[in-house]
């Protein structure tokens, strides 16, 4: 059952981000060097529980031909939680500055015995993302998926949202975007519903984009019930909190810490 916890939650807070435009949104937002811790919470006996600490980190990479932006995620379990189920993970993006389209996406998984890892190499002018699974004691397995320019992966897909111009949104506007989600297609939808005042930790209240997300597709058809995401109104932009029902509970994600 925490496997599955751990997994939904990550989901939701990384795949709780999209853009509809044709072209790619610019980038004036997200730049080297940002830190953002969260907590992710569940409700466990009718009581929010603590159970895992979510990561996302940016630092600058230069290859011989170009730089890129290092888009990392890191989910770990609590040692308190660890006995029960014990994830590590770890997932990377690395894209365009300017842009943020991914060139390459990583994903290691290591959940109980479970491990797994996963690779998107992006090849835009080809229109496909090469993927390469490995599991343990077991071949590579290679696979072509179709993209069109604009396609994501699961953590590029959270930066590119804090770039919208949500200022110049009605209420009631839904957007879509298609993102790589274990080696196919899905699409999800993001709903602007206004602002509202959060609670921001020990940063105090913040004025917050509050949008609804929802999940198109048989992949994520079990991703049912209500999915909400609060991101400042700043020029920090930051993801401050997510609230998800689900079958078994409720999830909450919510940042206890950034710099910039």
């Known amino acids: 059952m925490y496997k599955k916890i751990t997994l939904l939650a990550l989901f939701i807070i990384i ?17 080297s060097g940002e830190d953002l811790t ?16 979510i990561r996302m ?22 040692s308190s939680w660890d006995n029960y189920f014990r994830v590590r993970d770890l997932y990377e993006s690395y894209v365009n500055p300017n842009t943020l389209l991914p060139s390459l996406f990583k994903r290691s998984i290591e959940e109980g015995n479970y491990k797994k890892n996963l690779k998107y190499l992006f090849k835009r002018k080809s229109k496909i993302a090469v993927s390469t699974l490995n599991k343990k004691g077991r071949k590579d397995f290679k696979t072509n998926v179709s993209i069109d320019y604009n396609t994501l992966d699961i953590v590029s897909a959270i930066y590119n949202i804090r ?14 975007k298609k993102l790589v989600i274990d080696s196919q297609i899905e699409t999800i939808t993001v709903k602007y519903l206004g602002k509202e005042p959060i609670k921001v930790g020990k940063y105090g209240t913040k004025e917050c984009y509050k949008l609804s997300i929802g999940f198109i597709g048989k992949g994520l058809e079990k991703a049912k019930g209500g999915k909400y995401i609060w991101i400042t109104a700043d020029e920090d932009r930051l993801p401050a909190l997510i609230k998800a029902s689900i079958p078994i509970g409720a999830i909450q994600i919510r940042l206890s810490n950034f710099t910039k």
Do not use: H, P
């Open 57 to 78: 980190q940016t630092s600058t990479v230069k290859t011989k031909i170009r730089e890129l932006l290092r888009l990392k995620c890191t989910a770990s379990t609590y």
């Open 163 to 176: 770039t919208l111009d949500y200022d110049n949104f009605s209420v009631g506007k839904k957007i879509t």
């Open 38 to 53: 969260f907590i992710a919470s569940f409700n466990v006996s009718g009581v929010m529980t603590d159970i895992a600490e």
């Open 15 to 31: 795949t709780s981000f999209s853009t509809s435009s044709n072209t790619s949104s610019e980038n004036n937002y997200i730049k």
